[in-house]
């Protein structure tokens, strides 16, 4: 995304959660200022934009116990990240002023997580909700912009709708476009970046020349989305039951390509566009003090098949084409402030062909199992271990950590990530097999 558009999105987000600070009550603060340093190994991770960096946290949340709707509740999450390469990525999670009607009516207007999906949350599938995507270790969650209403029965029965005029994409990881040069680049370690050369013949590579047509920011922003759940709430029992109409969550693109072996260069059209997709699915929890279980399915259904082109793929690594995903999740996890331990599962229903269907992405996950389990020691030291197995492509994800408090406010970790991906190069994790990390940071923590 240009830089433009980034700046304007800032001052937009500032505007709406301004009012979040009108008033000097306030209930919860939280946050931390920290620098990271992945050079302890430098033979692990030793990639430019994932060596070091240091980071901002800032969450505030006042959530009175009122019944009229000048009793308002305000919200505010923001994350900002600089690394080694002089990149700065932010992330607005949420930002929002709700209040509560005769206690049943809740309206909320703003930036917030629709909480209607276990399967998009657990597994960073980013159907629903945005991704702050710093990493894909932990994809994190970005909420829709939006007018949200809940309605909640004696009964148990719970009725919500979301409605919005307004589509802020995901904007990390960025891509650096340099008009003049004709490039694109990246200062983020976990970006798709286009190819900068071609073999148009057997021994001729050539120069890539990006030709990107910018959108206005109206053309990106001003778009509609519109989302219906109906579920069910009980001491120990969840139901949710939803379907949103919205723009997809990542920018797609258009490209032609011309290769003529006797061209200086190779001239590549790149038209940013905004695909709509329905959004649908279902979940069911189960809760018991600090035990959860819950299955949980969600589906993707694109408006829009564009047609790919196998030579402007093949050239370039941009992968146009369009497909239905669906997903069906479960698991069960026991946690609290001492310990917690749990297992998840996700299986990919949809099919999917890698062979024949070169030029769409690849999911992320495909049948996988993900275990985590963290221990407590007193006040100060917290270990924790979270692995992903994807059994269909063998790709893994393995992080450790250990955080200890220093001082009050002061905190140490230490972890380590690793990748491992299949030997034949196939999957959505192989292009990011080098981005393991064995680090080590120092927090502010207040």
């Not at 240091?54 to 709707?69: A, M, Q, T």
């Amino acid at each position: 995304m240009n830089k433009s558009l980034r700046e304007s999105l800032i001052i937009f987000l500032g505007l709406i959660t301004h009012a979040s600070f009108a008033t000097t009550s306030v209930d919860t603060i939280n946050g931390h200022l920290g620098v990271l340093s992945n050079q302890f190994n430098r033979e692990v991770g030793n990639v430019p934009g994932n060596r070091y960096n240091g980071s901002i946290f800032f969450d505030y949340h006042k959530n009175p116990d009122g019944e009229v709707l000048r009793d308002y509740e305000r919200k505010f999450s923001f994350s900002t990240q600089v690394n080694d390469e002089n990149l700065t990525i932010f992330s607005m999670s949420e930002a929002y002023v709700g209040g509560t009607y005769q206690r049943k009516n809740v309206v909320k207007a703003g930036r917030q997580i629709l909480n209607w999906s276990e399967a998009d949350k657990i597994w960073g599938l980013g159907k629903l909700n945005n991704r702050q995507n710093f990493d894909y270790f932990t994809p994190g969650q970005e909420g829709l912009t939006g007018l949200f209403y809940e309605r909640k029965s004696s009964n148990g029965m719970r009725y919500r709708a979301f409605i919005s005029g307004l589509y802020l994409p995901e904007l990390n990881p960025a891509l650096d476009i340099d008009k003049k040069e004709k490039t694109i680049k990246s200062r983020h370690p976990w970006a798709d970046v286009p190819a900068s050369t071609v073999e148009v013949e057997p021994g001729n590579w050539k120069k890539i020349a990006y030709n990107v047509d910018y959108p206005d920011l109206s053309e990106v922003v001003y778009r509609y989305s519109v989302g219906a759940n109906i579920g069910f709430e009980s001491k120990n029992w969840v139901w949710d039951n939803f379907v949103v109409r919205k723009p997809e969550n990542q920018m797609s693109a258009m490209v032609s390509i011309s290769l003529d072996p006797a061209a200086d260069v190779v001239e590549a059209n790149i038209k940013p566009q905004f695909y709509y997709h329905d959004v649908y699915g279902s979940s069911l929890k189960y809760r018991n003090k600090d035990l959860e279980m819950y299955v949980s399915g969600i589906a993707s259904r694109p408006n829009t098949f564009p047609d790919g082109d196998q030579e402007a793929t093949r050239a370039t690594d941009i992968k146009t084409e369009k497909r239905r995903e669906d997903y069906l999740g479960g698991g069960i996890s026991k946690t609290n402030d001492n310990y917690g331990l749990g297992v998840n599962y996700i299986a990919r229903l949809s099919p999917f062909d890698r062979n024949k269907e070169s030029l769409a992405l690849d999911p992320r996950w495909n049948q996988a199992l993900n275990g985590f389990v963290y221990k407590q020691f007193g006040r100060k030291l917290r270990i924790s271990a979270d692995i992903k197995y994807d059994m269909l492509t063998t790709d893994r994800l393995s992080m450790i950590k250990a955080s200890y408090f220093i001082s009050r406010d002061f905190q140490g970790i230490f972890g380590v990530n690793m990748i491992g991906t299949p030997e034949s190069g196939k999957s959505f994790w192989s292009p990011y097999t080098n981005n393991d990390s064995v680090y080590g940071a120092v927090r502010y923590v207040f």
